[in-house]
C-alpha cells in the first residue's frame, strides 16, 4: 500500500454542536507516502458540509512541505469556532506524519 492513514486530535472548544457528540475533534488523512500528499481528509465537524469542506481544503496540500501551508488555508478560510482545534488537530496530526518519517527513515 502506498497510503498512510494518520489521525490528529484536539479539545473542541465550549458551546459547539460537535462538543455534544465528541469531546475532541478528530482529523484523518489518508496521505500519499511517497510526497506527503492529503489525498483525502475528514473530520469529526458536526455538519456534513463542515466535514467536506475541511476535505476540499487540505486535500492535495503535501505535509512534506510543512504544516505552515495547511494552517494558512484553515485560518484564512474557516471562520467557525473550531478553528483553533482545526489547527491544534493539524498540528497533532503533523507530530504522527514526522514520527513515522523519522522512524522509517525515509526521505519523504
Known sequence: MNTLFIAGH???PSGM?????YETLTIT???????GVIITASCTLATQHGQDF???LLRGLSLQDGIDKPIEAVRNNYLGKAGNAL???LKDLYKQYETYNSSNNTSI
Open 17 to 21: 454542536a460537535a462538543q455534544n457528540l
Open 87 to 89: 489547527i491544534s488537530a
Open 54 to 56: 475541511v476535505h476540499h
Open 10 to 12: 484536539a479539545r473542541l
Open 29 to 35: 488523512a489518508e496521505i500519499d507516502k511517497q510526497y
